[in-house]
Protein backbone atom coordinates (compact mmCIF):
# COMPACT_ATOMS: atom_id res chain seq x y z
CA UNK A 1 0.00 0.00 0.00
CA UNK A 2 1.45 3.35 -1.01
CA UNK A 3 2.18 5.75 2.19
CA UNK A 4 2.01 9.62 1.45
CA UNK A 5 2.91 11.81 4.64
CA UNK A 6 0.37 14.49 3.48
CA UNK A 7 -2.97 13.48 1.53
CA UNK A 8 -5.14 16.46 0.89
CA UNK A 9 -8.95 15.40 -0.71
CA UNK A 10 -10.15 18.05 -3.35
CA UNK A 11 -7.54 20.29 -5.73
CA UNK A 12 -9.62 23.85 -5.33
CA UNK A 13 -7.87 26.78 -4.21
CA UNK A 14 -7.76 25.49 -0.20
CA UNK A 15 -6.40 21.88 -1.29
CA UNK A 16 -4.13 23.90 -3.16
CA UNK A 17 -3.30 26.09 -0.21
CA UNK A 18 -2.43 23.16 2.07
CA UNK A 19 -0.22 21.55 -0.62
CA UNK A 20 1.64 24.74 -0.36
CA UNK A 21 2.00 25.17 3.17
CA UNK A 22 3.54 21.37 2.67
CA UNK A 23 6.12 22.43 0.74
CA UNK A 24 7.03 25.12 2.49
CA UNK A 25 7.73 22.64 5.60
CA UNK A 26 9.91 20.63 3.02
CA UNK A 27 7.01 17.48 3.44
CA UNK A 28 5.62 15.89 0.24
CA UNK A 29 1.88 16.40 -0.21
CA UNK A 30 -0.35 14.41 -2.78
CA UNK A 31 -3.97 15.94 -3.84
CA UNK A 32 -6.28 13.49 -4.57
CA UNK A 33 -9.39 14.93 -7.27
CA UNK A 34 -12.36 13.48 -8.40
CA UNK A 35 -12.75 15.69 -11.34
CA UNK A 36 -10.51 15.78 -14.22
CA UNK A 37 -8.90 18.96 -13.80
CA UNK A 38 -7.74 21.22 -10.77
CA UNK A 39 -9.79 24.04 -9.34
CA UNK A 40 -12.37 23.47 -7.86
CA UNK A 41 -14.80 26.39 -8.22
CA UNK A 42 -12.59 28.63 -9.71
CA UNK A 43 -12.29 26.10 -12.67
CA UNK A 44 -13.69 27.24 -16.35
CA UNK A 45 -14.58 25.78 -19.57
CA UNK A 46 -14.83 26.98 -23.07
CA UNK A 47 -17.20 26.68 -25.39
CA UNK A 48 -16.43 28.34 -29.05
CA UNK A 49 -13.87 30.21 -28.06
CA UNK A 50 -16.05 31.80 -25.33
CA UNK A 51 -14.11 31.02 -21.43
CA UNK A 52 -16.89 30.95 -18.43
CA UNK A 53 -15.87 30.30 -14.80
CA UNK A 54 -17.63 28.52 -12.52
CA UNK A 55 -20.14 31.48 -11.68
CA UNK A 56 -18.61 35.06 -10.37
CA UNK A 57 -14.94 35.07 -9.55
CA UNK A 58 -12.77 39.00 -9.27
CA UNK A 59 -10.48 39.62 -6.60
CA UNK A 60 -10.02 42.05 -3.69
CA UNK A 61 -7.73 40.13 -1.89
CA UNK A 62 -5.26 42.51 0.25
CA UNK A 63 -4.08 39.49 2.32
CA UNK A 64 0.11 39.37 1.77
CA UNK A 65 0.65 36.29 1.14
CA UNK A 66 -2.59 35.79 -1.23
CA UNK A 67 -1.34 38.84 -3.47
CA UNK A 68 2.31 37.09 -3.39
CA UNK A 69 0.36 34.07 -5.25
CA UNK A 70 -2.31 35.82 -7.26
CA UNK A 71 -0.05 39.11 -8.79
CA UNK A 72 2.41 36.49 -10.40
CA UNK A 73 -0.60 36.42 -12.87
CA UNK A 74 -0.93 39.89 -15.76
CA UNK A 75 -4.46 40.87 -14.33
CA UNK A 76 -6.67 43.82 -15.52
CA UNK A 77 -8.54 46.30 -12.79
CA UNK A 78 -12.24 47.23 -12.77
CA UNK A 79 -13.98 49.68 -10.39
CA UNK A 80 -16.22 47.58 -7.80
CA UNK A 81 -19.63 49.06 -9.80
CA UNK A 82 -22.58 46.95 -10.37
CA UNK A 83 -26.37 47.64 -11.11
CA UNK A 84 -29.48 45.97 -10.23
CA UNK A 85 -32.74 45.53 -12.30
CA UNK A 86 -36.59 45.51 -10.87
CA UNK A 87 -39.70 45.55 -13.20
CA UNK A 88 -38.28 47.17 -15.80
CA UNK A 89 -35.44 49.60 -14.13
CA UNK A 90 -32.16 49.63 -13.69
CA UNK A 91 -30.97 51.07 -10.59
CA UNK A 92 -27.12 51.25 -9.73
CA UNK A 93 -25.93 48.82 -6.59
CA UNK A 94 -27.05 49.38 -3.52
CA UNK A 95 -30.85 50.22 -4.54
CA UNK A 96 -31.77 51.49 -1.50
CA UNK A 97 -29.27 54.23 -1.79
CA UNK A 98 -30.19 54.87 -5.50
CA UNK A 99 -34.24 55.13 -5.71
CA UNK A 100 -33.69 58.55 -8.41
CA UNK A 101 -35.22 56.43 -11.17
CA UNK A 102 -38.34 55.51 -9.00
CA UNK A 103 -41.45 58.12 -9.50
CA UNK A 104 -41.98 60.56 -6.53
CA UNK A 105 -44.69 59.14 -4.60
CA UNK A 106 -42.90 55.46 -4.63
CA UNK A 107 -40.08 57.27 -3.39
CA UNK A 108 -41.79 59.37 -0.57
CA UNK A 109 -43.67 55.72 0.38
CA UNK A 110 -40.50 53.87 0.68
CA UNK A 111 -38.60 56.53 2.70
CA UNK A 112 -41.68 56.57 5.13
CA UNK A 113 -41.42 53.35 5.77
CA UNK A 114 -37.86 53.82 6.75
CA UNK A 115 -38.16 56.25 8.88
CA UNK A 116 -40.86 54.17 10.64
CA UNK A 117 -39.12 51.10 10.61
CA UNK A 118 -38.75 48.75 13.83
CA UNK A 119 -36.27 50.19 16.32
CA UNK A 120 -35.59 46.35 17.86
CA UNK A 121 -35.77 42.80 16.42
CA UNK A 122 -38.46 40.78 18.26
CA UNK A 123 -36.13 37.65 17.14
CA UNK A 124 -32.59 37.78 15.91
CA UNK A 125 -33.29 36.36 11.90
CA UNK A 126 -32.37 37.87 8.61
CA UNK A 127 -35.92 39.26 7.97
CA UNK A 128 -36.07 41.08 11.41
CA UNK A 129 -32.55 42.30 10.42
CA UNK A 130 -33.82 43.92 7.00
CA UNK A 131 -36.99 44.66 8.17
CA UNK A 132 -35.18 46.80 11.08
CA UNK A 133 -32.35 48.50 8.61
CA UNK A 134 -34.76 50.07 6.01
CA UNK A 135 -38.09 49.02 7.02
CA UNK A 136 -40.75 47.31 5.94
CA UNK A 137 -41.86 48.87 2.34
CA UNK A 138 -37.97 48.55 1.10
CA UNK A 139 -37.11 45.26 2.70
CA UNK A 140 -40.51 43.75 1.10
CA UNK A 141 -39.96 45.38 -2.52
CA UNK A 142 -35.74 44.40 -2.69
CA UNK A 143 -34.10 42.70 -0.33
CA UNK A 144 -36.71 39.93 1.24
CA UNK A 145 -37.69 39.01 -2.82
CA UNK A 146 -33.87 38.92 -3.68
CA UNK A 147 -33.44 36.49 -0.69
CA UNK A 148 -35.67 34.11 -2.25
CA UNK A 149 -33.74 33.56 -5.36
CA UNK A 150 -30.23 33.59 -4.67
CA UNK A 151 -30.54 31.58 -1.41
CA UNK A 152 -33.62 29.42 -2.04
CA UNK A 153 -34.24 30.23 1.84
CA UNK A 154 -37.08 32.65 3.17
CA UNK A 155 -35.21 35.58 5.40
CA UNK A 156 -36.92 33.99 8.36
CA UNK A 157 -35.25 30.80 8.40
CA UNK A 158 -31.41 32.02 8.31
CA UNK A 159 -29.73 33.80 10.84
CA UNK A 160 -27.59 37.22 10.74
CA UNK A 161 -23.99 35.97 11.33
CA UNK A 162 -23.48 35.59 8.16
CA UNK A 163 -23.49 39.51 6.94
CA UNK A 164 -20.51 41.44 8.32
CA UNK A 165 -20.00 43.91 5.65
CA UNK A 166 -21.79 42.54 2.90
CA UNK A 167 -25.07 44.18 3.66
CA UNK A 168 -25.02 48.07 3.58
CA UNK A 169 -26.91 49.43 6.80
CA UNK A 170 -29.28 51.96 6.01
CA UNK A 171 -28.01 55.32 6.66
CA UNK A 172 -30.92 58.15 6.41
CA UNK A 173 -28.49 60.90 4.35
CA UNK A 174 -27.30 57.94 1.49
CA UNK A 175 -31.09 57.38 0.90
CA UNK A 176 -32.41 60.72 0.64
CA UNK A 177 -29.23 61.52 -1.90
CA UNK A 178 -30.02 59.17 -3.57
CA UNK A 179 -33.52 59.71 -3.84
CA UNK A 180 -32.58 62.75 -6.06
CA UNK A 181 -29.42 62.24 -7.63
CA UNK A 182 -27.75 59.48 -9.41
CA UNK A 183 -24.72 61.06 -8.69
CA UNK A 184 -23.99 58.61 -5.71
CA UNK A 185 -20.84 57.25 -4.25
CA UNK A 186 -20.20 53.62 -4.56
CA UNK A 187 -20.82 51.78 -1.30
CA UNK A 188 -19.40 48.74 -2.07
CA UNK A 189 -17.28 46.54 0.69
CA UNK A 190 -14.01 47.44 -2.06
CA UNK A 191 -13.12 49.81 -4.32
CA UNK A 192 -11.79 47.48 -7.12
CA UNK A 193 -12.04 43.98 -8.88
CA UNK A 194 -8.86 42.52 -10.33
CA UNK A 195 -9.23 39.79 -12.95
CA UNK A 196 -6.17 37.30 -14.69
CA UNK A 197 -5.75 39.24 -18.53
CA UNK A 198 -5.69 35.32 -19.78
CA UNK A 199 -6.98 31.95 -18.53
CA UNK A 200 -9.91 33.13 -16.93
CA UNK A 201 -9.73 33.29 -12.88
CA UNK A 202 -8.36 30.11 -12.64
CA UNK A 203 -4.98 31.59 -14.24
CA UNK A 204 -4.38 33.38 -10.73
CA UNK A 205 -4.27 30.30 -8.99
CA UNK A 206 -2.10 28.25 -11.98
CA UNK A 207 0.90 28.13 -10.23
CA UNK A 208 -0.17 26.56 -7.14
CA UNK A 209 -1.54 23.99 -9.73
CA UNK A 210 1.57 23.74 -11.79
CA UNK A 211 3.82 23.00 -8.72
CA UNK A 212 1.32 20.77 -6.96
CA UNK A 213 1.57 17.05 -7.16
CA UNK A 214 -2.27 16.38 -8.36
CA UNK A 215 -3.87 12.90 -9.54
CA UNK A 216 -6.97 13.73 -11.36
CA UNK A 217 -10.04 11.73 -11.33
CA UNK A 218 -9.72 9.62 -7.86
CA UNK A 219 -12.61 10.10 -6.38
CA UNK A 220 -12.76 9.27 -2.47
CA UNK A 221 -15.23 6.33 -1.67
CA UNK A 222 -13.82 5.18 1.89
CA UNK A 223 -11.70 6.76 4.71
CA UNK A 224 -11.00 4.47 7.62
CA UNK A 225 -9.49 7.37 10.07
CA UNK A 226 -7.91 4.69 12.51
CA UNK A 227 -6.11 2.68 9.82
CA UNK A 228 -5.75 5.74 8.28
CA UNK A 229 -6.62 4.66 4.78
CA UNK A 230 -8.45 5.94 1.88
CA UNK A 231 -9.94 4.31 -0.55
CA UNK A 232 -10.83 5.80 -3.96
CA UNK A 233 -13.42 4.43 -6.44
CA UNK A 234 -10.53 3.37 -9.50
CA UNK A 235 -9.37 0.51 -6.20
CA UNK A 236 -6.19 2.99 -5.18
CA UNK A 237 -5.52 2.63 -1.62
CA UNK A 238 -3.17 5.01 0.03
CA UNK A 239 -2.51 5.51 3.99
CA UNK A 240 -1.67 8.78 4.98
CA UNK A 241 0.27 10.32 7.74
CA UNK A 242 -1.97 13.39 7.82
CA UNK A 243 -5.34 13.72 5.90
CA UNK A 244 -6.60 17.20 5.19
CA UNK A 245 -9.67 17.65 3.67
CA UNK A 246 -11.98 20.26 1.45
CA UNK A 247 -14.26 18.44 1.01
CA UNK A 248 -18.15 19.47 2.17
CA UNK A 249 -18.42 17.92 5.58
CA UNK A 250 -22.18 16.55 4.94
CA UNK A 251 -19.97 14.74 2.18
CA UNK A 252 -16.81 13.81 3.83
CA UNK A 253 -18.73 12.08 6.73
CA UNK A 254 -20.57 9.71 4.62
CA UNK A 255 -17.16 8.64 3.90
CA UNK A 256 -15.87 8.35 7.06
CA UNK A 257 -16.63 4.77 9.31
CA UNK A 258 -18.30 4.25 12.72
CA UNK A 259 -19.49 7.58 12.09
CA UNK A 260 -21.60 8.56 15.39
CA UNK A 261 -25.09 9.06 14.93
CA UNK A 262 -25.27 12.18 16.44
CA UNK A 263 -23.05 13.67 13.83
CA UNK A 264 -24.44 11.99 10.84
CA UNK A 265 -27.60 13.78 11.92
CA UNK A 266 -25.99 17.04 12.20
CA UNK A 267 -24.15 16.75 8.82
CA UNK A 268 -27.62 16.10 7.64
CA UNK A 269 -28.81 19.89 8.80
CA UNK A 270 -25.61 21.37 7.04
CA UNK A 271 -27.63 22.99 3.88
CA UNK A 272 -25.59 24.41 0.80
CA UNK A 273 -26.86 26.06 -2.37
CA UNK A 274 -26.27 24.82 -6.03
CA UNK A 275 -26.07 26.80 -8.96
CA UNK A 276 -27.33 26.44 -12.22
CA UNK A 277 -25.10 28.11 -14.92
CA UNK A 278 -25.82 29.52 -17.71
CA UNK A 279 -23.98 31.26 -20.00
CA UNK A 280 -24.77 33.03 -22.82
CA UNK A 281 -22.40 33.71 -26.02
CA UNK A 282 -23.16 37.09 -28.30
CA UNK A 283 -22.11 37.46 -31.77
CA UNK A 284 -21.68 41.30 -30.94
CA UNK A 285 -20.97 43.47 -28.19
CA UNK A 286 -24.23 44.01 -26.21
CA UNK A 287 -23.35 43.63 -22.48
CA UNK A 288 -22.79 46.55 -20.66
CA UNK A 289 -22.42 45.90 -17.06
CA UNK A 290 -19.77 43.70 -14.77
CA UNK A 291 -22.25 42.23 -13.15
CA UNK A 292 -25.75 42.78 -12.12
CA UNK A 293 -28.72 41.66 -9.57
CA UNK A 294 -31.67 40.84 -10.37
CA UNK A 295 -34.87 41.01 -8.68
CA UNK A 296 -37.75 40.16 -11.17
CA UNK A 297 -39.59 36.85 -9.75
CA UNK A 298 -40.28 36.03 -13.70
CA UNK A 299 -36.66 35.55 -14.11
CA UNK A 300 -35.46 32.59 -12.36
CA UNK A 301 -31.39 33.90 -12.36
CA UNK A 302 -30.52 36.34 -9.32
CA UNK A 303 -27.65 37.67 -10.49
CA UNK A 304 -25.38 38.07 -13.72
CA UNK A 305 -22.05 39.17 -14.86
CA UNK A 306 -20.01 39.62 -17.89
CA UNK A 307 -16.93 37.44 -18.54
CA UNK A 308 -16.24 39.31 -21.51
CA UNK A 309 -16.00 42.42 -19.73
CA UNK A 310 -13.52 40.89 -16.85
CA UNK A 311 -11.36 40.04 -19.44
CA UNK A 312 -11.74 40.95 -23.57
CA UNK A 313 -9.66 37.39 -23.67
CA UNK A 314 -12.47 35.75 -22.65
CA UNK A 315 -14.30 36.24 -25.98
CA UNK A 316 -13.51 36.18 -29.72
CA UNK A 317 -12.77 39.50 -31.05
CA UNK A 318 -16.19 41.28 -31.65
CA UNK A 319 -18.31 39.34 -29.06
CA UNK A 320 -19.34 39.76 -25.35
CA UNK A 321 -20.86 37.14 -22.82
CA UNK A 322 -23.25 36.63 -19.57
CA UNK A 323 -23.45 34.33 -17.24
CA UNK A 324 -26.55 33.95 -15.21
CA UNK A 325 -26.44 32.13 -11.77
CA UNK A 326 -30.17 30.63 -10.48
CA UNK A 327 -29.44 29.21 -7.41
CA UNK A 328 -31.12 26.34 -5.63
CA UNK A 329 -31.36 24.87 -2.24
CA UNK A 330 -29.61 21.45 -1.63
CA UNK A 331 -27.10 20.00 -3.78
CA UNK A 332 -30.48 18.97 -6.84
CA UNK A 333 -31.48 21.83 -8.81
CA UNK A 334 -34.72 22.83 -8.96
CA UNK A 335 -35.23 24.06 -12.65
CA UNK A 336 -35.25 22.35 -15.56
CA UNK A 337 -31.85 23.07 -17.84
CA UNK A 338 -34.70 23.72 -20.97
CA UNK A 339 -36.60 25.80 -18.59
CA UNK A 340 -33.48 28.38 -17.78
CA UNK A 341 -32.20 28.58 -21.36
CA UNK A 342 -35.32 29.29 -22.05
CA UNK A 343 -36.22 31.73 -19.18
CA UNK A 344 -32.71 33.49 -19.89
CA UNK A 345 -33.53 34.04 -23.27
CA UNK A 346 -36.78 35.95 -21.98
CA UNK A 347 -34.42 37.84 -19.58
CA UNK A 348 -32.19 38.95 -22.17
CA UNK A 349 -35.26 40.49 -23.97
CA UNK A 350 -36.83 41.62 -21.07
CA UNK A 351 -33.72 43.73 -19.11
CA UNK A 352 -32.77 45.11 -22.77
CA UNK A 353 -29.95 43.22 -23.06
CA UNK A 354 -30.00 41.41 -26.74
CA UNK A 355 -32.37 39.82 -29.39
CA UNK A 356 -32.52 36.27 -30.40
CA UNK A 357 -30.64 37.18 -33.35
CA UNK A 358 -27.57 38.42 -31.06
CA UNK A 359 -27.19 35.11 -29.46
CA UNK A 360 -24.92 32.47 -30.60
CA UNK A 361 -25.22 29.71 -28.17
CA UNK A 362 -26.97 29.41 -24.37
CA UNK A 363 -25.04 26.52 -22.14
CA UNK A 364 -26.33 25.29 -19.16
CA UNK A 365 -23.76 23.55 -16.10
CA UNK A 366 -24.85 22.69 -12.84
CA UNK A 367 -22.61 23.10 -9.84
CA UNK A 368 -23.63 20.95 -6.78
CA UNK A 369 -22.28 23.35 -4.06
CA UNK A 370 -22.28 26.76 -4.12
CA UNK A 371 -22.46 28.99 -1.05
CA UNK A 372 -23.17 27.69 2.50
CA UNK A 373 -26.78 28.48 3.41
CA UNK A 374 -27.03 29.79 7.27
CA UNK A 375 -29.80 28.81 8.47
CA UNK A 376 -30.78 29.51 12.13
CA UNK A 377 -28.59 27.27 14.11
CA UNK A 378 -26.35 26.12 11.51
CA UNK A 379 -23.28 26.66 13.68
CA UNK A 380 -24.56 24.07 16.33
CA UNK A 381 -24.78 21.15 13.81
CA UNK A 382 -21.40 22.72 12.20
CA UNK A 383 -19.61 22.59 15.57
CA UNK A 384 -20.51 19.17 16.55
CA UNK A 385 -19.18 17.57 12.76
CA UNK A 386 -15.58 19.47 13.30
CA UNK A 387 -15.27 19.12 16.14
CA UNK A 388 -15.81 15.22 15.29
CA UNK A 389 -13.02 15.95 12.41
CA UNK A 390 -10.88 16.97 14.67
CA UNK A 391 -10.98 14.23 17.37
CA UNK A 392 -10.19 11.99 14.35
CA UNK A 393 -7.19 13.87 13.12
CA UNK A 394 -8.39 15.87 10.28
CA UNK A 395 -7.90 18.95 9.18
CA UNK A 396 -11.06 20.55 7.31
CA UNK A 397 -10.74 23.39 5.39
CA UNK A 398 -12.04 25.65 2.43
CA UNK A 399 -15.45 26.75 2.43
CA UNK A 400 -17.16 23.71 2.64
CA UNK A 401 -14.47 21.87 4.81
CA UNK A 402 -14.91 25.10 7.33
CA UNK A 403 -18.73 25.58 5.96
CA UNK A 404 -18.27 29.27 5.91
CA UNK A 405 -18.38 32.39 3.84
CA UNK A 406 -15.10 32.58 2.82
CA UNK A 407 -13.80 34.24 -0.41
CA UNK A 408 -11.51 33.06 -2.62
CA UNK A 409 -8.49 34.31 -0.53
CA UNK A 410 -9.68 33.20 2.67
CA UNK A 411 -10.31 29.55 1.48
CA UNK A 412 -6.34 29.44 -0.01
CA UNK A 413 -5.46 30.92 3.53
CA UNK A 414 -7.85 28.12 5.17
CA UNK A 415 -6.07 25.93 3.39
CA UNK A 416 -2.49 27.13 4.24
CA UNK A 417 -3.29 27.20 7.94
CA UNK A 418 -4.14 23.62 8.06
CA UNK A 419 -1.69 23.06 10.55
CA UNK A 420 -3.00 25.53 12.86
CA UNK A 421 -5.98 23.84 12.69
CA UNK A 422 -5.09 21.00 14.20
Excluded at 27 to 49: K, Y
Excluded at 96 to 108: F, G, H, M, T
Excluded at 300 to 325: H, M, V, W
Excluded at 348 to 356: E, S, V
Aim: net charge negative.
Amino acid sequence: MEQIDVLILGAGVAGLGAALRCREMNRRAVILEARDSAGGLLDNFVIDGFRFDHAVHLSFAKEPKVREIFDRTPYLTHPADSTCFDQGTWFKHPVQNNLVPLPAQEKVALIESFLGRRDTMDEDNYENWLRHQYGDAIAERYPLRYTRKYWASEAARLSTTWIGDRMRRAQLDEILYGAFTDDTPNHYYTKEMRYPVEGGYKAFIQPLIAEAEIRLGRKVVRIDPRQRVVRCANGDEIQYGQLVSTLPLPVITTLLEDVPAAVSEAARNLVASSIDLVSVGFRRNVVRDLWFYIYDEDILASRAYAPSIKSPNNAPPGCSSLQFEAYSRGPQSQFDADTLKENTAYALQKMGIGTADDILFIDHRHVPYGNVIFDIGMEDHREIVRRHLLELGIASRGRFGEWDYLWSNQSLLSGYHWPEAL
